[in-house]
């Protein structure tokens, strides 16, 4: 039974029929039906349709599970998705785990089936009876919730855990984002000493704007940095600091798709040590995930793939031979130069894919001056080759 401060009435099988029913209309269409006979508030139905309408295609298991209590739709879209959430329980181990910023309780969920007891701390008393709610529809019978403060749980526990997660607000007080480690809540580094007593292992989510110089600064001691993406979208960084940790920092990367996983590591000291050789483009055509680009992986990546690139700071790699590689790989067509008017000559009215590498005018901008059109099967990239000149080269994908 949900406590007071939440309104039991939604779970009613009339109510929960109404949201699934209405999952797809357009709420403001459903505001203007003043007549509709709904046994609570009209207002909290359509809160929890746009909530649990956010959670189709990223919480798929709280969609099609029965009375599930949607909080607002803003904890919906700052919590983890289940893909993400999924690989981050992949990293920890033990017996005991505490998220000091449980939220809805998704990365908790996928924690619980690594460790033995974890524990959801959530600030918002409201949200916390929720979550509670929840797991008790999904059986989940390892997970305590503690409404209140993740660092005043770990003050009044005054015991150590295998590990600490933590993923800090990325909201000041007046709603707006913000991005430094030190303007989140709670601020890590100033209680980084703190955990490091609780826990010798804490893992910490951040914004992927998060610059990886700064993040190492503040904190020291990290052993690892994994720059998730999906999709070719990177969705998070995790920080694995480890107690008394000195050897060099690995950097994991990964970008999930529906295909495969696109995995490359490295340790951070060998981008700078690495070195690459310039090409002009021979057979192939690579193009990393962003996960490696934001990763910073330029240099690494060319001398452990044995791959050439284009110029040194157009980070495309190109080989003659086709191997598996982290990113987009194309069959190189044609070379051009960047010519408008022979490429309006020779590809008038052509639909194009069109990316621009190291080169000075937009997709956009090009777009508009060559008269090109989206998609198609035809791969352009707009770059700079070795030797400064601006190249146009033209693939078909694999």
């Keep these: 039974m949900l406590t007071n401060s939440l309104n039991n009435a939604i779970l009613n099988f009339e109510n929960q029929s109404f949201i699934d029913k209405n999952i797809d209309v357009d709420v403001a269409q459903l505001l203007l039906k003043q007549s509709l006979n709904t046994l609570v508030d009209l207002k909290l139905l359509i809160e929890q349709i746009e909530a649990k309408r956010r959670s189709k295609n990223k919480l798929p298991t709280w969609f099609y599970t029965k009375k599930i209590y949607y909080p607002n739709k803003l904890n919906v879209e700052q919590s983890s998705s289940e893909i993400t959430a999924q690989y981050n329980s992949n990293l920890v181990s033990g017996t005991t785990l505490v998220d000091l910023t449980g939220g809805f309780g998704v990365d908790c969920f996928y924690f619980a089936k690594q460790i033995k007891q974890v524990y959801h701390c959530e600030i918002d008393k409201q949200l916390s009876q929720i979550v509670a709610h929840n797991y008790k529809q999904f059986a989940t019978k390892n997970i305590t919730c503690f409404a209140g403060n993740g660092l005043s749980f770990l003050a009044s526990k005054n015991a150590t855990f295998d590990w600490i997660y933590v993923d800090p607000s990325r909201r000041d007080d007046l709603k707006g984002k913000v991005f430094l480690l030190k303007d989140c809540l709670p601020n890590i580094p100033e209680h980084l000493d703190v955990l490091l007593k609780c826990s010798k292992n804490i893992m910490i989510k951040t914004s992927p704007l998060l610059d990886f110089t700064s993040g190492i600064k503040e904190l020291s001691p990290v052993k690892a940095i994994h720059c998730v993406a999906v999709n070719n979208e990177v969705k998070e960084l995790l ?160």
């Design 239 to 398: 920080w694995i600091l480890e107690r008394d940790y000195t050897k060099a920092i690995e950097i994991k990367t990964i970008n999930i798709t529906k295909e495969n996983n696109q995995i490359f590591n490295f340790l951070l000291p060998e981008e700078t040590h690495a070195s690459s050789y310039l090409s002009k483009p021979l057979t192939y055509l690579y193009e990393p995930n962003a996960a490696i680009l934001k990763a910073g992986a330029f240099e690494v990546l060319a001398e452990k793939l044995c791959l050439k690139k284009l110029h040194k700071h157009s980070h495309l790699y190109t080989a003659s031979e086709l191997i598996e590689f982290p990113g987009r790989c194309f069959k190189i067509e044609a070379i051009l130069d960047y010519n408008k008017k022979r490429f309006k000559r020779e590809f008038k009215n052509i639909k194009a894919n069109v990316t621009t590498r190291n080169f000075p005018e937009s997709v956009a901008q090009i777009r508009k001056k060559l008269g090109l059109k989206d998609g198609g099967n035809d791969y352009l990239f707009f770059t700079t080759d070795l030797k400064n000149n601006k190249i146009i080269v033209c693939c078909s994908k694999l």
